[in-house]
């Protein structure tokens, strides 16, 4: 393999880490760092996925996992992609470290919108503590009046388990613009490859939590059919 592609996979192993915070369910658009997270309103990801999930697999919910502490408020808007997310339809206060099902309320959409459903994305705001607004979205179908207005359960976001995948805000460290340099050609192999272990495993690590908040359900098989998929192209090119 090329040094330049397997810098690159090294660059893509980072991003994980480098996140304050991630969409797993629906999946993000795009993970990326803290620095793309700060553009809104999806972190850079101008670009619907190709592949929206079915909404009625959430359980009227969103999964959500956090390296960071912050307030957190979600969002909706209708249409293929969406610019806009005038709909307010959920949130969780003062999290950090912890896989979280937040369950959403639909009442401030209108009625005849859900009566109609089709594509939406869903908008997550991440507020830091100093004033840092991150952005992730996840793309989604809605079948037509197939959302209740609110949940049948509590607003009370649910924390499912703790996070070991990603380092906490004490040993985190971010190496300075002027100090960071490019892996040299003779040593990228082996610095891609241990990156790329490690981004299977965050990726392996992240399916499962996925799968202890919605069960084996198509969600979280399509997340594991995800991760397999990527370990055979990244098997694949070594």
């Known amino acids: 393999m090329h040094a330049t592609t397997l810098f690159v ?69 209708f249409g293929e992609n969406p610019t806009e997310f005038p709909y307010k339809v959920g949130g969780i206060k003062s999290v950090g470290g912890e896989t979280y099902k937040v369950p959403l309320d639909f009442s401030s959409v209108p009625k005849d919108v859900l009566a109609k459903g089709g594509p939406a994305t869903i908008q997550v705001v991440c507020h830091q503590p100093k004033e840092v607004n991150l952005y992730q979205c996840g793309d989604v179908t809605i079948a037509p009046s197939a959302v209740p207005a609110s949940p049948s359960s509590t607003l009370d976001a649910v924390s499912t388990t703790s996070v070991d995948v990603a380092p906490s805000s004490s040993s985190a460290s971010v190496v300075p613009a002027s100090t960071a340099s490019v892996v040299p050609a003779s040593t990228a192999s082996k610095s891609a490859s241990n990156s790329v272990s490690a981004s299977a495993s965050v990726a392996a690590s992240k399916a499962t939590e996925t799968q202890k908040i919605y069960g084996n359900d198509a969600t979280a098989a399509a997340a594991n059919a995800l991760v397999a998929a990527a370990a055979a192209v990244v098997l694949a090119l070594f």
């Open 9 to 77: 996979a090294a660059l893509a192993a980072a991003s994980t880490v480098t996140a304050h915070f991630e969409l797993v369910a629906p999946p993000s658009r795009l993970i990326g760092s803290m620095m793309t997270q700060k553009v809104g309103p999806c972190g850079t990801a101008n670009t619907p996925s190709t592949v929206r999930t079915d909404f009625a697999t959430l359980d009227n919910s969103i999964g959500l996992v956090f390296y960071w502490d912050g307030d957190n408020d979600v969002y909706i808007g």
